[in-house]
Every structure is written in C-alpha cells, then in structure tokens.
C-alpha cells in the first residue's frame, strides 16, 4: 500500500478539532473521493477527533494519503494516552442507543468508513483507525 | 566504490541523426501490422515522433537520473506519453498498439547506435544496454498511462448512462418525479438517489415522487437505499412519496423491519401525484365547456 | 468572545450559520438563542446551515436541543437548507433530529413557521399573545 503524504496533528482544543476536519476536507478533496464520500470521512474524523479530545485528554491524528493499484484513499489514526475504553463492544452497542457522546460517535465513525480499527487499553490510551476508499 | 557514471553518448547520437532516425521509426510504425491507418493519419503520427524524440533527447541530455523516469528531468515525456496513450485510449486502440509507439522505435535507434560506434563494441553494448532499459520503462509507462485513459471512458460512458436512464422530471411546480426504470443496482442507486437530492435543492422542491413500477425486483441493499433517500429527503425538508410498489416489493421492504408508517405509498404514480398535488395544496379543475 | 450573530425579525429569530463552528461557539449558541426566545417572546426560530458542509452528532444534538428548548418556550424550531451530502451522511450516522422541523430553504421554513403558529393558536384557543 503506498503512502503518498502523512501528517500528524494534535489535537488539544476544540479549534483544533475544526481544523482536523478542515484539513481532512482537503486531503479527501485532493484524492478525488465524491461529495458524499468526503462528507462521511470528515464527520467520521470529527467524531473521532470530538472522543480525543473530550474522553483521551487530548491526541494526535496521523493522517495518511494512500495511492495503491487497487484503490485511493484516505486513512485517519486517533490517538491519545488517555484512561481507554473498558467494553469496546458494550460502548460500541450501548453508547448508539444511549446517545452518549463516546459511543455514539465511535460507531458513527464505523459506518461513515469503509474500515474501522479500534484498539484500547485501560489505563495506557487508544488509537482507532478508519479509512475512506473512493 | 562505484565508478562515475559515464555520460551516455545516446541524446547526441540522435539529435545529429535525426532526421534519419525519425524517418526509420516512422517506416517501422507504419509498416506494423498493428497501425490503425483508419484511426490516425500518417501526418499526425510524424508530429507526435517528432516531438518525442525531441522530449527524449532533452531528458537524456540531464546529468544524473538519467536511467530512473520517475525522476523530475523526465516529466515533460511523461505527460507526453500521457496524453498521447490516453488519445489513443479514447480513439480506440488496443493496448499493444499504443505501446508499440515507443517499442517500434529500438530497431531504428539501435542500427543507428550501430552505424555511430561501430569501432567500439564495448561502448555499443553498453549504450544498447541503457537504451533498451530506457525504452521498455517508457513502454511500460505507455501502457499504464492507456489503461487510465481507458478506465476514465468507461467511466465516462457509465456516467453517460446513468443520466440517460434515470432522468428527474418536473411534474408541476413544487413537484419532482424520478421514474425508475430497470434493474437497480446498488451503485446506480446511489447515484441516482444523490442527483435526486440535488434536484430537490436545485429547484426547491417540496415534493418528490419516486416511482419503481418499472423495477422488477428490489434486493435489500437497494431497498436500503430507497428508505435512506426518503430520510436524507425528510431531513432537508422535502417530502417523499413512492408509487409502484409491486407486492415482491412489499415483501422485501417489510422484511426489512422498516417502520413505513412515515412514508406515504401509492400503488401507482397517477394516486402519488394526487397526493402530492393536495399536499402543495394545488387543484386542478376542468375548463368549462361552452356550446 | 465570537458569536454568531441572532436577528430578529417580527416574532421570530433567524440564524445563519456560516463558519465552521467548535463545540464552545455551538453550545454559546445554544444558549444564545434560548435566552433570545425568553427575552423577545418569539414565536419561532429559523435555522439557516445551507453554509455547513459538515454537521457531526454534536452539532445535530445540539440543533435537536434548541428545538427541544423553544418548544419548552413556546416557539416553534425550523432548519432550512441541509445540503444533499449531510442528509445522507446524517441518515447514515443515525440521527433522525427528533423535533426539528426542517424545510428547503428560508421561504419555505417562514412558512412552515407561520403555518405553525396559527395552528398552536387555534390549538391554544387565544388570539393575543
């Protein structure tokens, strides 16, 4: 898979998590994804960059710009070394039907990409990870 | 340690010969079995070997980088080849035949380097050794070049087909219908319920009517999409309404689980627009008949 | 500190959002309006995000708040002029904006607004407000 442009941002305040989904515009723009396509990636990354903020204490995102034979697109990696999450799967289910903000966008973020990752540790942070093909 | 790179003899070989080479690489194209006389005439194809010989002999020239075409030095023949395969793309050449623009070009280029260094046959292997290496990358570049030219066709003519077949009619003021016609499938779904939306904003349309009697079947993906259209549609403030619903249909929607309750349906596009017409609070009323 | 800017217009209040909003300015929002419904009596606000091109949970929770907030006050909620690509991507998301009420555009949304008050006052049974 060949990485074309990377770039890792911090996030640390809620300007910051505007500019993520700013810079996320142009980097889904610059790779040719439709309207529709980069409207869901920049909601997804805004959701994304809300839960780093406001449940990680603050992170980056790696943005990366992905060119193979097969396919274009654009993939976005949260970060924070914050408290994690200890039931993915319940706060994946649970945070959905409950509204709250946790849950709710990071299974918003699941369906708005075509892949999802998430990985998460009690204690030492989490990172997740989608993507958005054209 | 790696001896300095000797400077190849092969931009100045065919800058002075190049009348000569051109008119041998010409023959040779003309002469192959797969020029397609009836696509390009023969005035056209000396230009563009012309020119790239030309681009050639100048990205040649650089000093370092010379053997890696990715490199910036070789960027002007690269968009050179670039357009001229993706022409040859949209004319309708094959693949080969495009390639064989820069193949048909070794057999010239090496009696050439044969005639230039006959005293020196180590100094000829080596020169053949770059030009061969050289002109295969940019073959091979040809051929890549041609299938984007290609894909961007289909494309193109998919695009083409999709608004041919799906077209949004105005039925009255306020009033939008997309009859679908055919076979859905998810892609064309797609497509078709996003140019839908931008027809509601486009012409401010309070109502639209989505008519499926010509759709034999519907599979769940597509059901999907239908109800997400008629949400999206709710959620900019339009209201939809779909006709011809056959009983299959029915079926599959209400496997779905799918509350239709806010969704008005009509078995045929006639009852939806009498709905739509009372819903824009519009009547019709018949011109009295004198005489 | 930055806020976007509320104009009344008769009985009711009109917002057009044009900037890319962060969660404080979205919340001062909120409160914004819910304190101007209170203080003017509005009968209505309307809600112009045909400028967004991104609206998140957040910012459909927090729409879906104000309407929530003005009924509480008696006033009517419409958003006008949701682009395409957010109704799919918010249809996608899963959030339905439970109680807003939305139209195509500003005509339209006055519209629905008028149409809205007369019906709460034929339902309320009193002329003057």
């Avoid at chain 3, 009596?41 to 967004?52: F, M, T, Y």
């Amino acid at each position: 898979m060949a990485v074309v442009k990377d770039e890792t941002m911090s996030i640390k305040s809620s300007e910051d998590v505007v500019r993520v989904r700013q810079v996320a515009r142009e980097w889904a723009t610059a790779q040719g994804l439709s309207l529709v396509d980069q409207t869901k990636i920049v909601t997804a990354a805004s959701e994304l960059a809300r839960n780093t903020l406001d449940h990680g204490g603050g992170g980056t995102v790696k943005l990366e710009a992905i060119n193979s034979e097969a396919r274009r697109g654009l993939r976005l990696t949260f970060e924070d070394h914050g408290p994690g999450i200890p039931d993915i799967e319940l706060a994946l289910k649970d945070g959905y039907s409950t509204g709250s903000g946790l849950g709710l966008g990071l299974s918003g973020a699941r369906r708005l990409s075509n892949e999802f990752e998430i990985f998460s540790r009690v204690g030492e942070g989490t990172r997740v990870t989608i993507a958005r093909w054209k | 340690m790696k001896p300095k790179e000797e400077k190849s003899r092969i931009p100045e070989m065919i800058a002075r010969r190049e009348s000569d080479l051109l008119a041998d690489w010409l023959q040779e194209q003309l002469a192959a079995a797969t020029l397609r006389g009836d696509l390009m005439k023969e005035s056209e194809l000396r230009e563009q070997s012309h020119q790239f010989l030309n681009l050639f002999v100048r990205a040649c020239s650089q000093q370092t980088g010379m053997s890696d075409i990715s490199a910036p030095g070789w960027e002007d023949t690269r968009e050179f080849l670039s357009s001229v395969s993706r022409a040859r793309a949209h004319q309708g050449f094959s693949p080969s035949e495009t390639a064989t623009f820069i193949f048909s070009l070794k057999q010239p280029l090496f009696t050439l380097m044969r005639q230039e260094l006959e005293g020196d046959p180590r100094k000829l292997a080596d020169e053949m050794w770059v030009a061969t290496a050289l002109l295969d990358k940019l073959g091979l570049f040809t051929t890549e070049a041609y299938q984007k030219g290609r894909e961007e066709v289909i494309r193109r003519q998919q695009q083409e087909l999709l608004e041919l077949s799906t077209p949004v009619v105005v039925l009255w003021e306020g009033v939008l219908a997309l009859p679908l016609i055919g076979t859905l499938d998810s892609a064309r779904t797609q497509v078709v319920m996003e140019s839908l939306l931008q027809k509601i904003v486009e012409t401010g349309a309070g109502i639209a009517i989505i008519d499926i009697t010509g759709v034999p079947t519907v599979d769940t993906l597509v059901a999907q999409h239908l109800l997400k259209t008629v949400a999206a549609k709710r959620l900019m403030g339009a209201d939809c309404i779909i006709s011809g619903i056959r009983p299959q249909i029915a079926q599959t929607i209400v496997h779905l689980g799918v509350n239709l309750a806010d969704v008005i349906t009509k078995s045929t596009l006639a009852d939806a627009f009498a709905v739509a017409l009372r819903r824009a609070k519009l009547v019709i009323t018949r011109a009295e008949n004198h005489g | 500190m930055e806020r976007i800017p509320i104009l009344k217009m008769g009985d009711y209040l009109l917002v057009t959002i044009q900037v890319d909003m962060h969660d404080r300015l979205a919340l001062t929002l909120q409160d914004d309006l819910t304190e101007g419904i209170a203080r003017t009596r509005a009968r209505g606000v309307l809600i112009d995000i045909s400028s967004l091109e991104i609206v998140d949970s957040f910012i459909g929770r927090m729409l879906g708040n104000i309407a929530a907030m003005s009924r509480v006050l008696d006033a009517e909620t419409v958003v006008v002029g949701m682009r395409p690509a957010v109704a799919i991507t918010l249809v996608e998301l899963g959030l339905s904006l439970p109680g807003v009420r939305t139209a195509l555009n500003v005509e339209q949304g006055m519209r629905l607004l008028q149409l809205a008050g007369a019906e709460q006052e034929n339902f309320n049974g009193r002329g003057e407000r």
